[in-house]
């Protein structure tokens, strides 16, 4: 395996297109190109969709209606016996395409369903119908309602603490489609075609929905959203019983696994800078051979961590990237966290141990940027707020001499590495 290479299946395009479409031998010895037109354009449409993939921001959530999308028919009106869903036409097409989308979110994507219906109904079809492939438990969020479905969106979006422009709106409806894209211009709207045998393969074609790497907060990402509710769930407990936000974070028992420069996690690592965008103080991007170079610099320090508690570990959300610019004095590159954990108090503890750790190498000043994007106002004061002040140049500095231990230890986390003592 080669770092920062992306694989292109020549086999599948032409088991897509055909072998005697795909090659022609007249052009192999005219001119030593083996490659007839139809095989020549499906390679050069693929190449551009890997490409479009890695430059393009990657969809994360796909929202689903419901009626006429996931099957044919309208459950409110036909029952569970009348919509088309099952082995014969056209209920096979849906059973097709829902294989589709069960396997989206198998590598990592997100589903959620938004559906002006009755619960009770839609319920019914995941519960019981034989044929219904994707459940409850497929889906992060849902929406089922009588609600304008560009509201139900925003709410979905601040339920996932993702941005809008993340989403893949799925409806069968001119009227939706139209109403979501008149007053949600960040949302990517795909229509389902009016013709049954097409429906299974209408997302097969979208560049976002490529992947080149999968990781393994990649494939637990629905369990870790499932695992999210629960938290609320405990918070929201606690508030009623007159619990404060310090004992329902002390209620949870996090553990913080801080590590540096690991090349065995340069996939997530990598992966962090390209979509984390809301908690990002700089929103510098690196690909895996960037990162690489990174991690392998004498004089570069790449901190991760990962956050456990009572409901499970959410993998590897925070990245912090250190240039030594001297002897005793560095900048910091990039500091970012999924926005998933964000309310914990994990980046100020992940800061503080990162600062003791620095102090300890020699390190008695460090200087930072931010750089404010349209989605990282959420930093806006995260370094001023942490004790870096801000010089007449515009950047921030902190003077690590002040710091007598790690105070990462403050905080309601247990915290694990080699370097806070």
């Not at 430059?55 to 994360?60: G, M, S, V």
Request: aromatic share 10%; glycine share 6%.
């Amino acid at each position: 395996k080669f770092s920062g290479v992306s694989y292109l299946d020549l086999d599948q395009l032409v088991m897509q297109i055909g072998r005697d479409n795909f090659f022609d031998l007249r052009l192999w010895y005219s001119s030593t190109f083996p490659f007839a037109p139809a095989g020549a354009f499906a390679i050069s449409n693929a190449v551009t969709t890997i490409a479009a993939c890695i430059r393009l921001t990657r969809a994360k959530v796909i929202v689903l209606d419901a009626d006429n999308t996931l099957w044919g028919g309208v459950i409110g009106e036909d029952g569970i016996n009348g919509i088309a869903l099952g082995q014969d036409y056209p209920g096979r097409v849906y059973v097709d395409f829902q294989k589709r989308i069960l396997n989206l979110q198998k590598r990592g994507f997100i589903l959620a369903l938004c559906s002006k219906n009755n619960p009770e109904d839609v319920n019914e079809v995941f519960q019981n119908h034989p044929h219904q492939l994707l459940k409850n438990e497929h889906f992060a969020a849902q929406r089922v309602n009588w609600l304008p479905k560009p509201d139900n969106l925003r709410s979905l979006a601040e339920e996932l603490n993702l941005g809008l422009d993340s989403f893949i709106f799925v409806d069968d409806s001119d009227y939706e489609c139209a109403a979501v894209r008149h007053s949600l211009q960040e949302v990517e709207v795909i229509q389902i075609p009016s013709r049954p045998p097409e429906i299974p393969t209408c997302l097969d074609a979208l560049a976002r929905l490529e992947i080149t790497s999968l990781t393994r907060e990649d494939l637990e990402k629905t369990a870790m959203y499932a695992k999210e509710r629960m938290r609320k769930s405990q918070l929201g407990a606690l508030a009623e019983a007159g619990g404060s936000v310090e004992d329902y974070l002390k209620s949870l028992n996090m553990k913080m696994s801080v590590g540096l420069d690991d090349l065995s996690l340069l996939q997530r690592l990598a992966q962090l800078t390209q979509k984390t965008n809301q908690f990002n103080l700089t929103t510098r991007r690196y690909d895996e051979k960037g990162m690489a170079e990174k991690i392998n610099n004498a004089n570069t320090f790449v901190f991760h961590f990962s956050l456990a508690d009572n409901f499970g570990d959410s993998g590897i959300v925070g990245l912090a990237i250190i240039e030594k610019e001297s002897d005793n004095s560095a900048r910091l590159d990039t500091f970012l966290m999924s926005c998933r954990v964000i309310g914990r108090l994990a980046e100020q503890a992940f800061l503080s141990s990162i600062l003791y750790n620095l102090k300890c190498r020699g390190v008695e000043e460090l200087s930072a940027d931010y750089i404010p994007t349209r989605k990282s106002f959420l930093v806006a004061t995260f370094l001023p707020d942490n004790g870096f002040r801000q010089a007449a140049d515009g950047r921030y500095v902190r003077n690590l001499l002040e710091i007598t231990k790690c105070q990462g230890n403050d905080f309601p986390i247990h915290i694990e590495g080699p370097f806070c003592e």
